[in-house]
């Protein structure tokens, strides 16, 4: 695979995070060290942290501790996690096209960036992944399972702009008459263990099996660079 940048929408690179608390504050116990940043911290790297994180979550929900302010959290730590599991294998789609000598524009990296920067449309993002798989011809069975594309069309229903679970109410309407809306004007109830269940499989799938198929891929392409460079 090609390397491959991070996916911003808006500002600067952070400072260090450690500037967050004074010196003083900083105990010194090797244990809280964590690291981040670096070649190895990308959208897939963040996406199963939102994933862990939601089902951190879920489990203390099992536990007993059920606070129903917890639940619109954990939808939206598996939704995230599912829009940055997308971008990456859109990305490591392009580049696998792009190793075949496809030279069309929707496929160079600098434009792949620059089209999911602007989205966070779950709708847009797997219509762009299974074309680009499709135009792999990677053959039966390699294409996001119908189950998968059903929760993730589901999913897009629910939050069309990647606001419906970030908020309480958000903006409608075109300029000049917009007006501010509750998102769930109405209480809902619905079984909070099987929704975790839908969008953690469907998140599992869009995270390891699309990678897992092009990582092979990936690899086939270069078995036969080498095959003919000889």
Known sequence: ???????GHAGAVTPGIDSLVSPSANGGDLRNT?????????????????FDIADTAVERWNAGHR??????????????????????????????????????????????????SATHSIEQLVNRLTRLLGQLQLGPGQQLPAETEDVLGKLHVLDHHGQAFRY?????????GRVLERVRPGEQRFDSMAVAEALRD???????????????????????RYAASQ
């Open 1 to 7: 695979m090609e390397a491959c940048g991070i996916i």
């Open 34 to 50: 964590a690291f981040i940043g670096g070649p190895l911290e990308n959208d897939s790297s963040l996406a199963l942290g939102f």
């Open 67 to 116: 606070n129903d302010a917890i639940l619109i959290p954990i939808i939206y730590n598996y939704w995230h996690g599912i829009e940055l599991a997308l971008k990456e294998g859109i990305r490591e789609a392009a580049a696998c096209l792009r190793g075949d000598g496809v030279a069309d524009l929707y496929v160079q990296a600098d434009e792949v960036d620059r089209w999911m």
């Open 168 to 176: 309480s109410s958000v903006w409608t309407g075109s300029r000049g």
């Open 202 to 224: 469907a998140g599992t799938m869009v995270l390891y099996s699309v990678p897992g198929v092009l990582d092979d891929y990936s690899a086939y392409q270069a078995e036969m």
